[in-house]
C-alpha cells in the first residue's frame, strides 16, 4: 500500500476522467447537454464498477440479521473465502446476497434514475453530438475502470470495505450529478449565457469530485451516507473461530443425499410459504387462461428462489461437518476449509433430538444444542445498517446455538457424549 502522502494512480484517473468534461468543451467545443450527458455516463460507470467490487469485499457489515430471513441468512453468516487464480483477490460467499440484490435491484434502479433525471435536465440531445458522447463516454469509463483496478484491486482496497461500503460511491455520484443535472437543466433554457451554464457545471463537478475524493481519503468522512451503507470505519474486520488443538474425537456430517433432498425440499417449501407464493398465483393466473407463454417469466423467478433458497440450506447444513472435541464443538465447512462456529460445554443451556419427516424418510436425527449467547450478535448483513456503536465486534466465538441437521442417530449421541451433556437429552 502506498502512504497517503504519495499520489495514487487511482485517484488520478478518478481526476483525468473528471477533466475530460472541461477538456470537451474547450477542445471540442461540446454544448452543455454533451457534458452533462458524460456526466451521465460517469454515474452509470460508477455504478456498474462497484458491482465488480462487491465479491471480493474482505470486511463483514456491521449489523444484525433478522432470524426469520432464511433466504440471504444462510449465505450472509458464512465465514472463509474461495480463492482465485492469479492475482485476483478471494472471493466471499457472504458477499452473494448483496451481489444478487444490487445486479437484480439497485443498479438497474439506479441507471435508469440517472437517465430520467438527464431526460428531465436535456429533453432534446442535439443532432451531431452522437460522437462527441461516445467519445465522452468511454473515457469517463476507462478511467473509473482503471481507478478501480488500481485502488481497489491492485493496492488492497477490498480489505477496507464490506459488500455494502462499497455502494457509498455510485450513490455520492448520483446525488451529486442529479443535483447538477436538476440546476443546470433549467438554466439552459432561461437565457442565462452558455458560457455561465457551461462554468457553473464544470466548476460544480470539479468540487464535487474534489470533494468525493478527500472523503474516499478518510473513512470517517462519509457522513450521513455513511449510516446507510456504513463506511471503512466501523465495518467488521472478521476474527477467525478458535479451533482446539489436536483431532476432533468425533465427527459427524449429514449425508450428502439427504442433504441435497432436504435443500430441495427447503426451496420448494420456501416458494409457498413466502412472498414468492404470489408470482405462483400469477403463474397458476396465466396457464388457466390458456397463455403459456407468458407464464414461464413468472416461473423462472420462482425457480430461481428455490434454487437460491436451497443453495443457501446446503451451505449451511449439507458441506459442513460437526466436530466433537473434548468439552467444545465446532461447526466446521468442508468446502470452504474454514470454521463457521464453536461451543463450549459451559455454554450449552439446552440440547433435544427431533425428528422431522426427512429424518423418518431416512432414518436419521436432528440435534439441537442450545447456547447461551443467544443476542443474535452476528453481524451479517442487512442492506441499512444500525448505529454503528449498537454492533461493533464480529463475536465469531460466541456461545450460540447448533443445529446438526439430518446426522445419525449414534452421531448425535457422541456428538452430546464428547460435548459432556449427554445428560440434558436424559432429563
Known amino acids: 500500500m502506498r502512504p497517503p502522502s504519495v499520489p495514487r494512480p487511482g485517484p488520478l484517473a478518478a481526476v483525468a476522467a473528471t477533466l475530460v468534461a472541461p477538456v470537451g468543451v474547450l ?19 460508477v455504478v456498474w464498477w462497484s458491482v465488480a467490487k462487491i465479491p471480493f469485499a474482505a470486511k463483514r457489515p456491521n ?15 458464512k465465514r472463509g473465502e474461495i480463492t482465485l487464480p492469479g492475482r485476483l483477490p478471494p472471493v466471499y460467499l457472504r458477499n452473494l446476497p448483496t ?14 434514475a440517472a437517465l430520467m433525471v438527464f431526460g428531465f435536465a436535456v429533453p432534446a440531445v442535439p443532432d451531431g ?16 475502470g482503471y481507478e478501480t483496478w488500481s485502488d481497489y484491486f491492485r493496492d488492497g482496497g477490498y480489505r477496507d470495505h464490506s459488500a455494502r461500503s462499497v455502494l457509498i460511491l455510485p450513490f ?37 469530485d474534489l470533494r468525493t475524493l478527500r472523503m474516499e481519503r478518510r473513512a470517517d468522512s462519509h457522513g450521513w451516507l455513511s449510516q446507510f451503507f456504513g463506511s471503512e470505519e466501523y465495518e467488521i474486520d472478521p476474527e477467525p473461530v478458535v479451533v482446539p488443538d489436536g483431532d476432533p474425537v468425533v465427527t459427524a456430517r449429514a449425508p450428502r443425499g439427504v442433504a441435497v433432498v432436504d435443500a430441495v425440499a427447503r426451496g420448494i417449501t420456501y416458494s409457498l410459504s413466502s412472498g414468492v407464493l404470489v408470482v405462483w398465483l400469477v403463474v397458476a393466473f396465466l396457464l388457466a387462461i ?16 428455490v434454487a437460491f433458497r436451497a443453495f443457501g440450506r446446503y451451505l449451511a447444513y449439507g458441506s459442513v461437518e460437526y466436530r ?25 443451556t439446552d440440547a433435544s433430538v427431533v425428528r422431522d419427516p426427512l429424518d423418518r424418510l431416512f432414518g436419521t436425527r436432528t440435534l439441537t444444542v442450545e447456547g447461551a449467547d443467544e443476542d443474535d450478535g452476528e453481524p451479517t448483513g442487512e442492506l441499512f445498517p444500525p448505529d454503528p456503536a449498537e454492533v461493533n465486534d464480529d463475536d465469531a466465538n460466541a456461545d450460540r446455538s447448533v443445529r446438526l441437521a439430518h446426522v445419525a442417530a449414534a452421531d448425535a449421541e457422541s456428538i452430546v457424549d464428547t460435548l459432556g451433556v449427554s445428560w440434558l437429552l436424559e432429563r
Open 172 to 208: 455520492m455520484h448520483l446525488f451529486g450529478v442529479g443535483t447538477l443535472l436538476f440546476v443546470a437543466g433549467p438554466l439552459e433554457g432561461s437565457g442565462v449565457a452558455g458560457d455561465v451554464v457551461l462554468a457553473a457545471v464544470i466548476g460544480g463537478k470539479l468540487l464535487f
Open 27 to 45: 477542445a471540442f467545443g461540446w454544448s452543455t447537454a454533451v457534458l452533462l450527458g458524460v456526466f451521465v455516463v460517469e454515474v452509470i460507470a
Open 99 to 112: 451481489l444478487v440484490a444490487v445486479v437484480c435491484f439497485l443498479a438497474p434502479l439506479e441507471t435508469a
Open 129 to 144: 453530438t452522437g460522437g462527441q458522447l461516445l467519445l465522452g463516454g468511454l473515457a469517463v469509463v476507462a478511467g473509473r
Open 290 to 305: 390458456g397463455a403459456p407463454a407468458l407464464a414461464v417469466v413468472p416461473l423462472l423467478v420462482v425457480l430461481a428462489f
Open 63 to 77: 449489523n444484525e440479521l433478522d432470524d426469520d430471513d432464511r433466504l440471504f441468512k444462510p449465505l450472509q453468516e
Open 324 to 348: 466433537g472435541y473434548d468439552g467444545v464443538l465446532v461447526v466446521y465447512d468442508r468446502l470452504l476449509d474454514e470454521p463457521q462456529a464453536r461451543l463450549e460445554r459451559t455454554g450449552v
